[in-house]
């Protein structure tokens, strides 16, 4: 029987779009310094409420959703919350691990946590590769804009938390800033935490369904198999 799965193109493109936007949301936001609580421009732009992390939980049970219904779920949600809780504990400890090794040396400090990220990231795929292949195409697709747009505010000096390091990192020029700050968290970081976080709310979003459509069909003859559907 062919393939009844959506590319991974179509499946991400409009999550892609919705993430650009509200991207670009942001940056007019912290151009104009509107509200701080909505755009933040402190290091790091903590609890901004307008910001793309927010979409993480979303798509990532978005996602999972709609490859359930094509066929493609996982081999068992503990399998895959599993892996992802495994991923999510060995870099969550490694993170410590280097603050430990490098108290007082960001650059150590975010080195360690680059690598760690991507083998966090390898680690998780075993629990559902098909959820793992959309979500790291997603968080590419949701990062790089964000990689141009801090490109654009680190070089051209703008007021906002994308171009501003955390107070202990050291001084240098702006292309060493682009690469610690910009470059590596964002294609490392970020995306373990977009292909982690996602497969997290996914598999639970797929048990949650399972679990509510299995009391539905209590009692029901034959109902038993669908609800693994």
């Known amino acids: 029987m062919p393939d ?7 499946l991400i493109l ?8 509200v991207t670009l949301v942001r940056l007019a936001g912290e151009l104009s310094q509107w509200s701080p609580t909505l755009f933040n421009r402190e ?9 793309i992390v927010w979409l993480i939980p979303v798509f990532g049970i978005y996602f ?3 490859l359930l219904r094509a066929g493609a779920g996982p081999v068992g949600v ?6 992802a809780g495994l991923a999510f504990v060995l870099n969550t400890s490694l993170g410590f691990g280097s603050f430990a090794l ?15 990220s991507w083998l966090a990231i390898a680690l998780a795929r075993p629990g559902w590769p098909a959820l793992w292949n959309v979500l ?10 964000v990689l141009v747009v ?28 682009f690469f610690w700050t910009a470059l590596l968290p964002q294609m490392s970081i970020w995306i373990y935490l977009t292909v982690v976080g996602g497969l997290m709310f996914g598999a639970l979003a797929v048990g949650v369904r399972r679990l509510l459509r299995g009391r539905a069909d209590e009692g029901v003859p034959g109902a038993s198999a669908s609800a693994r559907a």
Not at 4 to 10: A, D, E, K, V
Not at 43 to 49: D, E, K, N
Not at 136 to 145: E, G, S
């Open 14 to 21: 409009v999550p892609a779009l919705i993430t650009l936007a």
């Open 102 to 116: 490098f108290p007082n040396a960001p650059i150590g400090q975010l080195a360690i946590f680059t690598a760690t």
């Open 78 to 83: 503990g399998r895959a919350l599993a892996w």
């Open 4 to 10: 009844s799965r959506p590319s991974i193109g179509r």
């Open 150 to 177: 801090m490109f654009l505010y680190i070089f051209l000096g703008w007021d906002t938390h994308y171009a501003k390091p955390r107070p202990d990192f050291p001084a240098m020029g702006s292309w060493g800033l």
């Open 136 to 145: 790291l195409a997603y968080a590419l697709a949701a990062r790089i804009p």
């Open 64 to 66: 999972a959703l709609r």
């Open 43 to 51: 290091p790091g732009g903590p609890g901004a409420l307008v910001g």
